[in-house]
């Protein structure tokens, strides 16, 4: 009776064993962390914040690497990076043209997205509401157009309209800056008054903290309906066929304006990224019935449970 118990015991201890390595084995040691690009942008951080709190309550492992649009994509090429949410469509054409070999598009995450020049109300009021409208005001404007971090898609657009002379603003230039720079001197010249014109885009809390409005009148470089843009995910080569489970996650995550809108506020409240994701999806859980059919745990359990669970629903 005694060897039966035994053996039964260490039958099912070897059975479980077994069980367990083959879960482990279905996610390769090199998928158990999933690493991250994020050129700084706000509206990246909430969907990075948002993939995160759910990875990591997978079992997953995350990392994500502050890198500027250019040096992500040289990165995802490398196979340093695996995924990259923010790919901004038409504005980053021209690396996905250059990296199209390297990359795997796995699917748009956003639609609804504006992305292109703005200036407070108050400008717009004065007779500032194209493109073409800007030259007439140089004075006012100081013959500069603030943009975001060095070597962007949207600067290098911007540079090359200038370039051509477009609209008149042959002798403008560009400043360049982080995001937070920007906006920083968007506050201090709607604070004075000034004229300021900028780069702006939505989902953003921006859109909230600002009264702007949106320039008609360049379609040529940020496409129709003011810069109307989709966000996709992008990867690098093959990583879906490599790690299928977080590309299955990946094909499932799909975000919405109100969502990274409410995210991103959270964020610029105090919490952290990850911090503002637990909150919008502990009242918010359905979204996950969606992300997570599919899914499993890095063990191989159910992976609605396991997210619910660390969520505490």
Not at 109 to 121: C, D, E, S, Y
Not at 228 to 242: F, P
Not at 258 to 280: P, R
């Amino acid at each position: 009776m005694k060897n039966s118990r035994l053996q039964k015991t260490f039958f099912t201890a070897l059975a479980t064993a077994a069980i367990s390595s083959g879960a482990l084995a279905a996610v390769p040691e090199q998928c158990q962390t999933v690493t991250m690009t994020d050129p700084g942008w706000t509206d990246i951080g909430a969907t990075n914040g948002l993939a995160t709190t759910v990875l990591e309550a997978l079992g997953y492992k995350t990392d994500i690497k502050l890198l500027a649009v250019p040096i992500g994509f040289e990165s995802i090429k490398n196979g340093e990076i695996d995924v990259f949410l923010g790919n901004w469509m038409p504005a980053q054409t021209a690396f996905i043209d250059k990296y199209k070999s390297d990359l795997d598009v796995v699917r748009t995450n956003l639609t609804g997205v504006k992305f292109t020049l703005a200036v407070p109300k108050y400008v717009a009021d004065q007779g500032v509401k194209d493109f073409a409208d800007l030259a007439k005001h140089s004075k006012e404007f100081g013959e500069r157009i603030y943009g975001i971090g060095a070597g962007s898609p949207a600067n290098q657009n911007l540079m090359g309209m200038i370039e051509k002379d477009d609209f008149g603003l042959g002798e403008w230039r560009v400043v360049e800056s982080g995001e937070q720079a920007m906006l920083a001197q968007v506050a201090r010249a709607v604070k004075r008054d000034k004229f300021i014109v900028f780069l702006a885009w939505e989902p953003h809390p921006m859109n909230v903290n600002f009264d702007l409005q949106y320039l008609s009148g360049g379609d040529d470089y940020f496409g129709p309906n003011y810069g109307g843009a989709t966000i996709h995910t992008v990867t690098r080569k093959g990583y879906s066929q490599e790690c299928g489970n977080v590309g299955k996650l990946l094909q499932n995550m799909e975000f919405s304006l109100d969502m990274e809108n409410t995210v991103i506020s959270m964020t610029d409240e105090g919490m952290s990224a990850n911090e503002a994701a637990s909150t919008w999806l502990k009242k918010n859980p359905a979204v996950l019935d969606k992300w997570l059919d599919g899914v499993t745990t890095t063990s191989g359990q159910s992976g609605l449970s396991a997210v619910k669970n660390s969520l505490g629903l």
